[in-house]
C-alpha cells in the first residue's frame, strides 16, 4: 500500500548511484610490498528528507564476493514478488 511504501521510505535510503572500481594497494608505510586487491565503492544515497549524501568503502574480494551474492539472491526474491 502506499502508506507501508511511504512508512518505509522514511526510514531508509533511496540508492540513487552506485559505483564500483577494483584496486591493487602496492606499498604502505609499514609494507613495501603488499599486492593487496580490494573494491572501492561509493555510494549516492537520498536520506528521507531528500538531502543526497556520498558513503565511500572498501572492501576485500571475498567481501565483495558476498556482497554480489547477496545482491543476487534479493535479484531473485524481487523477480517472483
Given at each position: 500500500t502506499k502508506y507501508c511504501s511511504s512508512l518505509i521510505r522514511q526510514h531508509l535510503f533511496e540508492l540513487i548511484d552506485f559505483q564500483w572500481k577494483l584496486g591493487m594497494a602496492v606499498s604502505s608505510d609499514s609494507c613495501?610490498?603488499?599486492?593487496?586487491?580490494?573494491?572501492?565503492?561509493?555510494?549516492?544515497?537520498?536520506?528521507?528528507?531528500?538531502?543526497?549524501?556520498?558513503?565511500?568503502?572498501e572492501m576485500t574480494i571475498p567481501q565483495f564476493q558476498n556482497f554480489y551474492r547477496q545482491f543476487k539472491e534479493i535479484a531473485a526474491i524481487i523477480e517472483t514478488v
Open positions: 613495501r610490498s603488499l599486492k593487496y586487491p580490494y573494491v572501492a565503492v561509493l555510494l549516492k544515497v537520498a536520506d528521507h528528507s531528500g538531502q543526497i549524501k556520498n558513503k565511500s568503502f
